[in-house]
Nanobody, 128 residues
């Protein structure tokens, strides 16, 4: 059974950077599309980035495009989310998720229904 654990969250000042990690156990992530989501208090869960299982194609929400980068680690058991130029509105619990490519990979993979496995989340707080 695939399990996911996020790490790397914390408190950072506006304009700062963080790198989140999503580590897998029970399986490698080679065959899974991976998404990063976030949920702020009182708001719905939002997909921010996703990466395909086949050729590492990526998609980003407009709110993070140009600031966040999703990538896979060399050992195929970790996926990262590099976050730069952080803003207070980026404050949220960040989750990674994995899903088998049962549908064609595209921007729709920013939606939660594509994913079967979820981590517990890591808190990111952007504040001065």
């Amino acid at each position: 059974q695939l399990q996911l654990v996020e790490s790397g969250g914390g408190l950072v000042q506006p304009g700062g950077s963080l790198r989140l990690s999503c580590a897998a156990s029970g399986s490698t992530l080679n065959y899974y599309g991976i998404g990063w989501f976030r949920q702020a208090p009182g708001k719905e869960r939002e997909g921010v980035a996703c990466i395909s299982s086949s050729d590492d194609t990526t998609y980003y929400a407009d709110s993070v495009k140009g600031r966040f980068t999703i990538s896979r680690g060399d050992a195929k058991k970790t996926v990262y989310l590099e976050m730069n130029s952080l803003k207070p509105e980026d404050t949220a619990v960040y989750y990674c998720a994995a899903g088998l490519p049962l549908t064609k990979f595209g921007s729709s993979w920013l939606w939660a229904y594509n994913y079967d496995y979820w981590g517990q989340g890591t808190q990111v707080t952007v504040s001065s």
